[in-house]
C-alpha cells in the first residue's frame, strides 16, 4: 500500500467517532415533543368539536323550550311573546353557506294566544298558523306575508298596518276582525268567514295585486298600501 494512503487510513481509523452533544439531544427531544404535541393536538380537535356542538345543542333546545313555556302562558299583554314567535319562526345556529341548521324553524300550526294578547310588528313571514286560534289577539303591524292562515280563528283581532300579502286564508274566521290599511294583496280569501265590504274598504292593496278568490258578493280594496317603513 502506498505510503500516502496508509497514512490517510491511519488517520481515519485513529479519528474519535463523533458522539451526539448534549445541545443535539435536546434537539431531538424537542423535536419529539413537539410531534407529540401536534398529535395530540389533532386528536383533540374532534372532541372539542363534538362537546362544543353538544353544549350548542342543549342552549338551542332550552331556548325553543323557554319560547313556547312565553306563547303558552295565559298573560295578557306582550309578556316577550312577540320575540318567542319570530324566535321559533327562524332558523338558528346555521353552518354559514349550507342548508344545515342546528334547530329548524317550528310549525306554528294549531298555536293558541290568550286573548288580548299583544303581538306588535312581529315579524312572522312564512309562518305555518294552520287553524291558529288568534281570538281577540292584537296583531298590529305584524308581517305574516306569505303565511299559512287557514282555518284560522281571527275574529275580533287587531290586524291594522299588518302585511298579509299572499297569504292563505282560505276558511278562515276574520268576524269584526279589524283590518284598516292591512295589506290584502294577493291574499287568498277562499271561504272565508266574517269578512265584510266594510272590512275590505278599510284594507288595502298593491296596485294590481287584488286578493284572490273573494266571497260571493265582495269586491276587493281599492285603496293603495303606502310604502311601510320597518326596523
Known amino acids: 500500500m502506498a505510503p ?38 389533532l386528536f383533540a380537535i374532534p372532541v372539542i368539536l363534538i362537546v362544543g356542538w353538544n353544549e350548542l345543542a342543549a342552549i338551542a333546545e332550552q331556548r325553543r323550550v323557554n319560547a313556547w313555556q312565553l306563547l303558552t302562558t295565559n298573560a295578557k ?60 289577539v292584537s296583531l298590529t303591524g305584524v308581517d305574516l306575508s306569505g303565511a299559512n292562515l287557514r282555518v284560522a280563528n281571527l275574529k275580533e283581532a287587531d290586524l291594522r298596518w299588518g302585511n298579509l300579502s299572499n297569504v292563505s286564508l282560505a276558511e278562515a274566521n276574520l268576524s269584526s276582525a279589524d283590518l284598516f290599511d292591512t295589506d290584502l294583496s294577493s291574499a287568498d280569501l277562499r271561504s272565508v268567514v266574517g269578512l265584510s265590504q266594510g272590512q275590505l274598504n278599510k284594507a288595502c292593496v298593491t296596485r294590481g295585486l287584488a286578493p284572490i278568490n273573494l266571497p260571493n258578493g265582495l269586491t276587493a280594496p281599492t285603496k293603495a298600501c303606502l310604502p311601510r317603513l320597518r326596523d
Open 4 to 41: 500516502y494512503r496508509q497514512r490517510k487510513l491511519l488517520r481515519r481509523r485513529a479519528r474519535p467517532r463523533s458522539t451526539p452533544t448534549t445541545q443535539s439531544k435536546w434537539d431531538q427531544r424537542f423535536r419529539y415533543l413537539a410531534r407529540l404535541e401536534l398529535l395530540i393536538g
Open 77 to 136: 299583554g306582550n309578556a316577550g311573546k312577540t320575540a318567542a314567535l319570530e324566535y321559533l319562526n327562524q332558523n338558528h345556529y346555521c353552518i354559514p353557506w349550507t342548508e344545515l341548521c342546528l334547530q329548524n324553524k317550528e310549525s306554528l300550526v294549531k298555536i293558541h294566544l290568550p286573548k288580548d294578547s299583544f303581538i306588535e310588528e312581529a315579524n312572522l313571514p312564512g309562518a305555518n298558523m294552520y287553524n291558529a286560534d288568534l281570538y281577540g
